[in-house]
């Protein structure tokens, strides 16, 4: 009887339960609220924030559908007695990304939820709204809703909803305010880069330096000594120049300012002290007693800057190798080859000024989509696409245009942009001349989506 009285109480008070659940947490993030939206729409990112990593280091991800957007997924396998087996996926986003702007002041990504916690119908609503005397903070209202139905164990399982629900949210909220931290702070939100698959590229470079206090000025005298040095030698090589200067940074350093500077050329072979030799990919150089780097690593780019040990590069002859595994065709030029593959791809209208700005740009934006990249091992690099035209009242009548690369190493095949078919405004010339420091257009990219390559740019 006592058991019987018992169940009926169980069943009364189950019925009685309600029959869905509620919980959120909110948390202000120090980000624009384009930069928080993009790392929760998509789940490129999800691993470095979630709390399934700290209940569970064993866990194992797998991206899915989509790499940005509604249909993104990614699921997990991990111990079935802590973050056991699930997957989310973006249901919806509010606004689209394209109208995510400073007039938007509130945005709402939801998250449909599989995994062996109770309930059905389980998602996470992302409610995100600026904050801030100056609107550039992002509040984020994480909550997390379920229904039940008539199942009365189902419904037990709310009096448990502040656990493993709630502990999800709450570290996980922890968690994206500290990933968030290590993005950079500027705003990419004119920006329209394209994925590009670049080829690899035979090149003549010379590595060099400036001080950024001579400014634009200095820049464009010591790339221009690079260039016609680097077109002597060519001529001297018996080797076709096939584009347009190559600017690969080494260091962006607050006083100075070291890069190569690379012309491409039409030949992977070179003959140099009477003999030919085949060029290669530069290589990072190995610390004494290192173990020699994996076959086919990407290891250093060619735009590892020479300058860095002078006397030992000089102590080499030509026809040998320097230190990075770069032909030495005389003591300040080498010949090498700019390693192809994926890269994210910005374009800058102006002068020389914005393009740093543009590189910034270029890497939030990979670090909130979650794409993979290590500009010590392959380096931001530029091309001057399009040079500067100036009338005879010295007026400017076309902006120089730089397409600005940073190499990924693991990235879907397209950007939401590119997948959207976005293009940037066509700036021709601009709008008021006289002003060769005012940039034409904010950094936006107008690269096809078909592969692109150092030398054909």
Excluded: C
Aim: aromatic share 8%.
């Amino acid at each position: 009887m006592a058991l019987v009285i018992v169940a009926v109480l169980a069943v009364v008070v189950g019925i009685a339960m309600p029959g869905s659940g509620h919980v959120e947490r909110s948390l202000v993030i120090g980000k624009d609220i384009r930069q928080v939206y993009d790392v929760l729409n998509n789940f490129r990112r999800f691993p470095d924030y979630s709390e399934l990593n700290g209940s569970d280091p064993s866990i194992k991800y797998q991206l899915a559908g989509k790499a940005y957007g509604p249909g993104a997924e990614i699921d997990w396998t991990g111990d079935p007695k802590k973050a056991g087996d699930g997957k989310l996926t973006v249901a919806s986003a509010e606004p689209g990304f394209a109208s995510i702007n400073a007039a938007v002041n509130n945005a709402k990504i939801v998250w449909n939820l599989d995994n062996d916690w109770r309930g059905a119908d389980k998602h996470f609503t992302l409610d995100m709204s600026r904050e801030g005397r100056t609107h550039k903070l992002t509040r984020v209202n994480w909550a997390y809703d379920v229904q039940y139905g008539w199942n009365l164990i189902d419904r037990y399982s709310n009096l448990y909803i502040h656990g493993s629900p709630d502990a999800f949210i709450e570290y996980s909220l922890s968690g994206l305010q500290n990933m968030m931290a290590s993005v950079k702070n500027v705003d990419y939100s004119d920006l329209i880069p394209y994925i590009v698959q670049t080829k690899p590229t035979p090149v003549l470079m010379v590595s060099t330096q400036i001080e950024r206090k001579g400014g634009l000025d200095a820049l464009n005298e010591t790339t221009n000594d690079a260039v016609k040095l680097l077109t002597d030698t060519a001529k001297k090589l018996g080797v076709n120049v096939t584009g347009p200067r190559i600017l690969v940074v080494s260091n962006y350093g607050d006083q100075t300012f070291t890069f190569d500077i690379a012309l491409p050329i039409d030949s992977t072979t070179i003959t140099v002290a009477g003999q030919s030799h085949d060029l290669t990919a530069a290589a990072q150089p190995q610390l004494p007693n290192a173990a020699p780097a994996a076959a086919g690593s990407a290891a250093a780019p060619a735009s590892s800057s020479s300058a860095a040990a002078p006397a030992a590069v000089a102590a080499n002859t030509p026809g040998s190798n320097d230190k990075y595994g770069r032909l030495i065709i005389d003591q300040d030029v080498r010949a090498t080859m700019l390693a192809g593959g994926p890269a994210l791809k910005g374009e800058w209208n102006g002068t020389y000024a914005g393009v740093p700005q543009t590189r910034d740009e270029l890497e939030a934006y990979a670090q909130t989509h979650g794409y993979k990249y290590d500009t010590v091992v392959n380096r931001f690099y530029d091309i001057l696409a399009r040079p500067e035209k100036i009338d005879t009242d010295n007026n400017i009548t076309q902006y120089a245009r730089y397409d600005v690369y940073l190499p990924l190493s693991d990235a879907p095949e397209q950007t939401p942009e590119q997948e959207a078919g976005m293009q940037p405004p066509s700036l021709d010339a601009p709008a008021a001349s006289g002003s060769a420091a005012a940039p034409a257009s904010s950094s936006t990219a107008a690269a096809p989506a078909d592969s692109s390559s150092a030398a054909s740019n």
